[in-house]
């Protein structure tokens, strides 16, 4: 039961351009989400976070969107640089759950 | 400030022997949780240890168990290997039982022959 699905294992962007990562869940209990950076021979980094009671967070040049009625999040990327290039997870969790629950991975490649 | 501190890094056993990883959560993390991530997969909970007891865990058999120590430092055991148990295993820290953001280990990424 793959309660949080990333639908894109890789996508491929040019240097300066917008990134769009996406994000599916099908748990209604989820209300907070999280994503996770993570190169090679390294852990998982958290990169940005949103709560159920708001639709978006920014941080820099990272925005999520979170859509609860479609239960479908986003990560934007802009501009996008070459140090982005990783593989972006989405995680989700709710009040005591004490875990995360991870999509599968995407794979981002900024191209120069 | 080191973070989450894992040993070994790489290690390979065979089918039927046991292992036994380790984990040194980030400076002023009380709460351990370890994850196992498959090739091609995201992170799957295993368990998480506060106050040195397992507090919650995921759906994975009693081969895999686990320690926390006085010092939040952690282990987690498996028995009886099977192929499937390769993978990389993630250990995670946090600042309590309730906190949602977890710092992650590099990983201990272990191959069963």
């Known amino acids: 039961d793959q309660q949080v699905k990333q639908n894109s294992p890789s996508l491929s962007v040019q240097e300066g351009r917008i990134s769009i990562l996406n994000c599916d869940y099908t748990?209604?209990?989820?209300?907070?989400f999280l994503w996770y950076k993570k190169y090679p021979a390294e852990g998982p980094t958290f990169l940005i976070s949103?709560?159920?009671?708001?639709d978006k967070n920014e941080d820099g040049r990272f925005t999520v969107f979170l859509n609860k009625s479609a239960k479908h999040l986003s990560l934007h990327i802009v501009p996008s640089q070459p140090g982005d290039s990783a593989v972006y997870f989405c995680?989700?969790?709710?009040?005591?759950?004490?875990?995360?629950?991870f999509g599968q991975g995407t794979r981002l490649t900024i191209n120069p | 400030d080191a973070g989450v501190t894992q040993s070994p890094t790489h290690l390979i056993k065979t089918r039927g022997q046991q292992v036994t990883l380790r984990c040194s959560p980030k400076?002023?993390?009380?709460?351990v949780s370890w994850y196992q991530q498959a090739l091609g997969q995201g992170p799957q909970f295993i368990f998480q240890?506060?106050?040195?007891?397992?507090?919650q865990r995921g759906n994975f058999p009693d081969r895999f168990s686990g320690h926390q120590f006085p010092n939040y430092s952690s282990e987690l055991n498996v028995n009886a290997l099977l192929l499937g148990d390769s993978a990389l295993y993630l250990c995670?820290?946090?600042?309590?039982?309730?906190?949602?953001?977890?710092?992650f280990g590099a990983g201990s990424r272990l191959t069963v022959l």
């Open positions: 995670a820290s946090s600042l309590d039982l309730g906190a949602n953001v977890l710092t």
């Open positions: 748990n209604s209990m989820f209300d907070y």
């Open positions: 949103i709560s159920s009671i708001k």
């Open positions: 995680a989700a969790t709710y009040q005591g759950a004490q875990k995360l629950v």
């Open positions: 400076s002023g993390h009380d709460t």
């Open positions: 240890y506060y106050e040195e007891e397992e507090r």
